[in-house]
């Protein structure tokens, strides 16, 4: 089992900036990857960002590409995002998500159906 602890969310004006933290604890020498997915209140959960734990390759949703960047602390067992020009539409709950298995990542890990483990969110709020 791997347990995951988000911290970071809270209120932000538009074009400001916050970096959630997501700590790894449990079975953490398992885990192949860890990503950042969000909802936002009546639609679906999307994929926001993933990072392979070695070698480090990261992957991004075009909606947030250039605004924030997903990086690790492999002695931490820590995963972070930082938003940077944050919009109103980054408005959601903000979940962390680990996988353990390495098949078929690297063309899956935009799937929430890909991963193992997930935190129980941290909400993120921007005002226009």
């Known amino acids: 089992q791997v347990q995951l602890v988000e911290s970071g969310g809270g209120l932000v004006q538009a074009v400001g900036s916050l970096r959630l933290s997501c700590a790894a604890s449990g079975r953490t020498f398992s885990t192949y990857a860890m990503g950042w997915f969000r909802q936002a209140p009546g639609k679906e959960r999307e994929f926001v960002a993933a990072?392979?734990?070695?070698?480090?390759?990261?992957y991004y949703a075009d909606s947030v590409k250039g605004r924030f960047t997903i990086s690790r602390d492999s002695a931490r067992n820590t995963v972070y995002l930082q938003m940077s020009s944050l919009k109103p539409e980054d408005t959601a709950v903000y979940y962390c998500?680990?996988?353990?298995?390495?098949?078929?990542?690297?063309?899956?890990?935009?799937?929430?159906?890909?991963?193992?483990?997930w935190g129980q969110g941290t909400q993120v709020a921007v005002s226009s």
């Open positions: 990072i392979r734990w070695s070698p480090g390759m990261s």
């Open positions: 998500t680990a996988e353990t298995s390495a098949h078929l990542y690297s063309v899956r890990y935009y799937l929430a159906e890909e991963y193992d483990y």
